[in-house]
C-alpha cells in the first residue's frame, strides 16, 4: 500500500526542538526526492524543506533556513525534519510529500495525512 | 505569503462549468515552469489534481482540466459534483525567491 505517515507532532514551547518522521511504504523511497510542507492554521500551503533521493543536496525556504534540518534514512525508509528554535508562526499542520519526478519536474503526487505542530508557552 | 494569486472562492450549481486562475510572474509561471493544481478536501492531506499545467493523474476524472498561458495559469471543473466543494491550490517554481516551490493563495470551491 502506497502510503506516508507522519508522526512526532505535538506542543512546545518557544524556542523549543521537535522532530518530525516521515515513513514510507510502497512508493520506492530511495528513488524519489522527498519534501516538507506545511499548513498554518486556516492558511495556504508552505513548501518548507526538500532533500534529493540520495541525501546529498537539501533546500530551504527562507523562514526556516538554519533552523531546520531535512534528513532521510533509506535504509529505514524514513524522512524526518529536526526543528530547531521553534516560533510561534511555526504552528501548522506539517506534510511530507513525494517529488513525482517520473510525472514531472516540481510536482508532490504522493502526501502524508499530516502532524500538527503547535509552538506555545 | 504566498506568491501566485488565485481567487479567493468561485461558486456554481451543480452539473455548471467553474473554472479559477492562478496568476504569477516572470520569475514563475512566465518563466516556463510547469504549473500543477491540488484539491484538499476539509480536514484532509491535499490531492495532486493536475500536473505539468494540463495532465491528470490516473484516477482523476475528465471533469477537470488545465491549461497556462504567459504569466498565468487556470483550472476548469465541468460538470461540477457536490463532491468538487473544496479549496484547489495551483503550485509552481520560482528561481527568484527564497521558496523555491511555491503556491497559490487558494480558491474556494462551493456547490450551489
Known amino acids: 500500500q502506497v502510503q506516508l505517515v507522519e508522526s512526532g507532532g505535538g506542543v512546545v514551547q518557544p524556542g523549543r526542538s521537535l522532530r518530525l518522521s516521515c515513513a514510507a511504504s510502497?512508493?520506492?523511497?530511495?528513488?524519489?526526492?522527498m519534501h516538507w510542507l506545511r499548513q498554518a492554521p486556516g492558511k495556504g500551503l508552505e513548501w518548507v524543506a526538500g532533500?534529493?533521493?540520495?541525501?546529498?543536496?537539501?533546500y530551504y525556504a527562507d523562514s526556516v533556513k538554519g533552523r531546520f534540518t531535512i534528513s532521510r534514512d533509506n535504509s529505514k525508509n524514513t524522512l524526518y525534519l529536526q526543528m530547531n528554535s521553534l516560533r510561534a508562526e511555526d504552528t501548522a499542520v506539517y506534510f511530507c510529500?513525494?517529488?513525482?519526478?517520473?510525472?514531472?519536474?516540481?510536482?508532490?503526487?504522493?502526501w502524508g495525512q499530516g502532524t500538527m505542530v503547535t509552538v506555545s508557552s | 505569503q504566498s506568491v501566485l494569486t488565485q481567487p479567493p472562492s468561485v461558486s456554481g450549481a451543480p452539473g455548471q462549468r467553474v473554472t479559477m486562475s492562478c496568476t504569477g510572474s516572470?520569475?514563475?509561471?512566465?518563466?516556463?515552469?510547469?504549473v500543477h493544481w491540488y484539491q484538499q478536501l476539509p480536514g484532509t492531506a491535499p490531492k495532486l489534481l493536475i500536473y505539468?499545467?494540463?495532465n491528470r493523474p490516473s484516477g482523476v476524472p475528465d471533469r477537470f482540466s488545465g491549461s497556462k498561458s504567459g504569466t498565468s495559469a487556470s483550472l476548469a471543473i465541468s460538470g461540477l459534483q457536490a463532491e468538487d466543494e473544496a479549496d484547489y491550490y495551483c503550485?509552481?517554481?520560482?528561481?527568484?525567491?527564497?521558496?523555491?516551490?511555491?503556491f497559490g493563495t487558494g480558491t474556494k470551491v462551493t456547490v450551489l
Open positions: 503550485q509552481s517554481y520560482d528561481i527568484s525567491l527564497s521558496g523555491l516551490y511555491v
Open positions: 532533500i534529493w533521493s540520495d541525501g546529498s543536496n537539501k
Open positions: 510529500a513525494r517529488e513525482a519526478v517520473h510525472l514531472r519536474f516540481g510536482v508532490f503526487d504522493i
Open positions: 505539468g499545467n494540463n
Open positions: 516572470s520569475s514563475n509561471i512566465g518563466a516556463g515552469y510547469d
Open positions: 510502497g512508493i520506492s523511497f530511495s528513488n524519489y526526492g
